[in-house]
């Protein structure tokens, strides 16, 4: 239920955020959402090991989904 909360959330987010932005900008948001996030979930699951590993992955794929969004 947690996870599914913060992909809703997530894209909700990445929606609002995208709005009037240029391509740079909304890498960015989408990064720093997509590692926080990340970060969030793997902590929940992993502890501090999958903290790290989720804010990674989270800030690398956030990035490209709001550059290519």
Do not use: E
């Amino acid at each position: 239920m947690v996870i599914r909360s913060a992909v809703i959330t997530l894209v909700a987010a990445t929606l609002v955020v995208s709005a009037g932005c240029s391509r740079t900008q909304r890498t960015v948001a989408g990064a720093g959402i997509g590692g926080v996030s990340g970060a969030l979930i793997g902590d929940a699951v992993a502890g501090t090991g999958g903290a790290v590993v989720g804010g990674v992955g989270g800030a690398v794929a956030g990035g490209a989904i709001g550059r290519n969004y």
